[in-house]
Structure formats: structure tokens, C-alpha cells
């Protein structure tokens, strides 16, 4: 499966943005979808998952409550509706994509990734 992020940019503290994550090619569905983001410097983080049908929802403790991940599998789509952004939410963000029942939180499980979205959150 490919994936391609987007939605990406710049906003202030307090604002929102939401990211897009599109899946081509095979197995479409048949996968947990994910994002992550890295920060300069920093190693790449886990923010939220879903899974195939969207019946199980995974946070990071640092997004829970602000942020809302959510499927539309008719488009084949997974969105980040990210809210009450914090300078410290300033990272690039990748979507990817596990087959496997793997632990989601590390990065190793996954096994496929789309490009990075630069998301800028100023104070």
C-alpha cells in the first residue's frame, strides 16, 4: 500500500489543522493506519492509530483530548484532526500503515510510510 500525507502548514497556538493521509494500490483496507511525528532533533514519536474499521482508537498521552483520529475507508482515507495546537506539536508528520497485530507505538511495526507533512505551530 502507498500512502500520500497532506494537509500540512503553519497556525497558531490554540488553533487547528487536520492532516489527510491517502492509501493506494493493494490491500487497502486490510491494515491499521497511524501517525507519527519528529520533531529536529528528536526521534520519530507515536501520536494515534486506528484500525481497520475504526473500532479500536489508539492516543499518545500528549495529543489525547486534542487531537481526534478517524477513517473514511470509502476514500480510503485517514484524517488527523488536529485541535488546540501547542508550539511543542511542531514536527514533521508521516502516516503509515501495519498489516501485522504489532505494538503500535514503535515505529519497527510498520510497515509502510508515506512522506512527511511539515506541521509549524507558532506561540
Known amino acids: 500500500v502507498q500512502l500520500q500525507a497532506s494537509g500540512g502548514g503553519l497556525a497558531q497556538a490554540g488553533g487547528s489543522l487536520r492532516l489527510s493521509c491517502a492509501a493506494s494500490?493493494?490491500?487497502?483496507?486490510?491494515?491499521?493506519t497511524g501517525w507519527f511525528r519528529q520533531a529536529p532533533g528528536k526521534e520519530r514519536e507515536f501520536v494515534a492509530a486506528?484500525?481497520?474499521?475504526?473500532?479500536?482508537?489508539q492516543y499518545a498521552d500528549s495529543v489525547k483530548g486534542r487531537f481526534t483520529i478517524s477513517r473514511d475507508n470509502a476514500n480510503n482515507t485517514v484524517h488527523l484532526q488536529m485541535s488546540r495546537l501547542k508550539p511543542e506539536d511542531t514536527a514533521v508528520y508521516y502516516c503509515?500503515?501495519?498489516?501485522?497485530?504489532?505494538?503500535?507505538?514503535?515505529?519497527?511495526?510498520?510497515?509502510?510510510w508515506g512522506q512527511g507533512t511539515q506541521v509549524t505551530v507558532s506561540s
Open positions: 503509515a500503515a501495519m498489516e501485522s497485530s504489532g505494538n503500535a507505538y514503535y515505529t519497527e511495526n510498520w510497515e509502510n
Open positions: 494500490g493493494r490491500s487497502k483496507r486490510s491494515y491499521r
Open positions: 486506528i484500525s481497520r474499521y475504526g473500532t479500536s482508537i
